[in-house]
C-alpha cells in the first residue's frame, strides 16, 4: 500500500491520512470506531429500492450520500445479508438486541462505472472551535474484499465545492490492494478559518478501481467497494 504526495489545501476544509487498520475485523469495529456515528451499508433480499443502511450521524454531520459516476445514487449490493464471517461489518448495536451475533456483508458500489462517490456535508458550525481553528473529527472507511476477487482500488479526497467547479484534491491517492481480511482508512478532518466558507469541513471521497493490463488483460477489474462509514 502506497500513498503519492499530498497537497496542501490554503485554507478551509483540511484533511490527513492517518492509515490502515488491517488487525480490526469487521465484526469488531463496536468500540473502535463511530462512536460519534456511523453509516453500514446493507440490503433487503435482491431488491435495489429496499436499502437496509443503518444510519446514526453526528450532530455535525448534516447528511452522507453515496453516488455513482452517472450522479445517481450508488448500488447497495450484498454478499450475505446475514452471516458469522468475522469480516462482515457487526451491526450497529440497537440492531444487535434483535440478534447480537447477527453481522452484514454487503457493500456500496457503482455496477457499470469504474468509480463512485461519497459526500460527507458538515455543519462548520457545529463543529465548535479551539484556539482558533474548527474542531477536526476523524472519519474512517470500511472496505472488504469478501468475495475474494482480487480487488485493487484508489481513494481520494477532495473539498466539496457549492460552485461545482474543479474540486480541490484534499488527500492524493492511498492505494488498497490485497484487502480480503478488510480495511479501515482513517482520515483526520477540520475546517480551517482562514477561508471559511458554507461547505467548511466537507469533503468527498472518490473510491475507484486499478486497472492492471497484466492481470486485466481485457480491461474489467472487479469494482471498487466500500461497506461502511465512522466518525470519531
Known amino acids: ?37 456511523y453509516v453500514v451499508f446493507g440490503r433487503v433480499g435482491d431488491d435495489e429500492d429496499r436499502t437496509a443502511n443503518v444510519t446514526r450521524l453526528p450532530g455535525f454531520v448534516r447528511r452522507v450520500s453515496a453516488l455513482a459516476w452517472t450522479a445517481k445514487p450508488a448500488h447497495v449490493l450484498a454478499w450475505n445479508a446475514t452471516t458469522d464471517d468475522a469480516r462482515a461489518l457487526a451491526r450497529p448495536p440497537d440492531e444487535q438486541q434483535r440478534d447480537p451475533t447477527a453481522t452484514v456483508a454487503a457493500r456500496i458500489t457503482s455496477s ?20 482558533g481553528r474548527r474542531l477536526a473529527y476523524n472519519v474512517s ?23 461545482g467547479d474543479h474540486l480541490e484534491v484534499l488527500e492524493d491517492l ?7 481480511n478488510g480495511a479501515y482508512l482513517t482520515y483526520e478532518v477540520g475546517c ?29 477489474p472487479p469494482k471498487p467497494v466500500l461497506s461502511g462509514i465512522f466518525f470519531d
Open 192 to 220: 480551517d478559518d482562514a477561508r471559511p466558507d458554507a461547505l467548511c469541513g466537507s469533503l468527498r471521497f472518490r473510491v475507484f478501481e486499478m486497472y492492471d493490463a497484466v492481470s486485466e488483460p481485457f480491461g474489467f
Open 141 to 163: 472507511l470500511y472496505c472488504v474484499d469478501f468475495a475474494r476477487e482480487g480487488i485493487a482500488q484508489n481513494v481520494r479526497v477532495t473539498k466539496l465545492s457549492s460552485r
Open 112 to 131: 457499470k462505472q469504474a468509480s463512485f462517490t461519497v459526500d460527507v456535508v458538515v455543519d462548520a458550525d457545529a463543529l465548535g472551535t479551539t484556539t
Open 174 to 180: 492511498v492505494v488498497l490492494r490485497s484487502f480480503e
Open 1 to 37: 500500500r502506497r500513498r503519492r504526495r499530498r497537497h496542501s489545501p490554503r485554507g478551509g476544509t483540511t484533511a490527513r491520512f492517518l492509515g490502515v487498520d488491517t488487525a480490526t475485523s469487521g465484526a469488531a469495529w463496536i468500540g473502535r470506531y463511530g462512536s460519534r456515528g
